[in-house]
């Protein structure tokens, strides 16, 4: 049996309304956002503010300086954090820190292995900022995404 052209160009358009529906679902899963506690006065941090809080350069707001908490739950989340936040390999993003903390006395960000601690210390610190994955964002009220930083 034989399908005429428009009912092959219904069916092609279907298909491919369904795989674009398909890989904006995993783009969204593929994209790494700047999240505060539900409780911060916080509203925005500009590209330069997020990557002078990681560099360990102060950022204040609220006359309280922001504490930057990095996420280190997943090998490439923090490959996506030293390519497109602080523009910095590991080894020169350590040495930076490094000397932050040697010449300026400046504490080092806090560094955390799980999500659920990174949650548990943004919650606790309404002056805290962190990143994770989009999908990674509790559904619950406790976490406020302030931005995307990279979308793959």
Not at 28 to 42: G, K, T
Request: aromatic share 6%; with cysteine.
């Amino acid at each position: 049996m034989e399908c005429s052209a428009p009912v092959i160009s219904l069916r092609r358009l279907a298909l491919f309304v369904l795989l674009l529906a398909a890989s904006a679902g995993r783009a969204a899963d593929r994209q790494v956002v700047l999240v505060v506690s539900a409780d911060s006065s916080l509203q925005q941090l500009e590209p330069l503010e997020v990557q002078k809080l990681f560099l360990g350069l102060p950022v204040v707001r609220d006359n309280h300086a922001l504490r930057p908490v990095r996420n280190l739950s997943d090998d490439q989340l923090s490959d996506v954090f030293l390519q497109y936040v602080v523009a910095m390999s590991q080894p020169a993003y350590d040495r930076r820190i490094l000397t932050q903390v040697l010449q300026q006395g400046r504490p080092r960000p806090a560094e955390l292995r799980s999500t659920s601690q990174v949650i548990q210390a943004l919650v606790a610190d309404r002056y805290a900022v962190s990143y994770m994955w989009l999908r990674d964002v509790p559904v619950s009220p406790r976490l406020r995404i302030l931005r995307v930083l990279w979308t793959e």
